[in-house]
């Protein structure tokens, strides 16, 4: 795996951990710009933009992470988590059917 990209996940990640969440946005997001199917970028995103209440983004890296390694389970579960993490924040129910078939597809692998 390129070195640089582990540099930029490891700063991501810290970043992440402090809080810092609009720094660790734009560390993830060059580490896509150098490889857009980095999954656990997405993943991560994922969560980075559910703390910063853009549950549209949120989903919209989830939903990535999942297109582009649907045979991992863990990759269904964390988006089931996403969608119920977007219902809390937009109360939009459409979430609340795409949470449970997102956690029926992760017992499906």
């Given at each position: 795996m390129d070195k640089e990209i582990l540099a930029l996940e490891n700063a991501a990640e810290q970043l992440r951990?402090?809080?810092?969440?609009?720094?660790?946005?734009?560390?993830?997001?060059?580490?896509?710009?150098?490889?857009?199917?980095?999954v656990r970028a997405h993943?991560?995103?994922?969560?980075?933009?559910?703390n910063l209440q853009d549950f549209e983004k949120s989903v919209a890296h989830g939903e990535k992470a999942v297109e582009l390694e649907p045979n991992d389970p863990f990759n269904h579960v964390a988006m089931s988590v996403t969608y119920q993490r977007a219902f809390e924040g937009t109360r939009d129910p459409a979430y609340i059917q795409r949470?449970?078939?997102?956690?029926?597809r992760a017992h499906m692998r």
């Open positions: 951990s402090e809080k810092k969440y609009h720094e660790a946005v734009e560390k993830y997001a060059a580490i896509l710009s150098k490889d857009p199917n980095f993943l991560a995103l994922a969560v980075v933009y559910y949470a449970e078939t997102a956690k029926a």
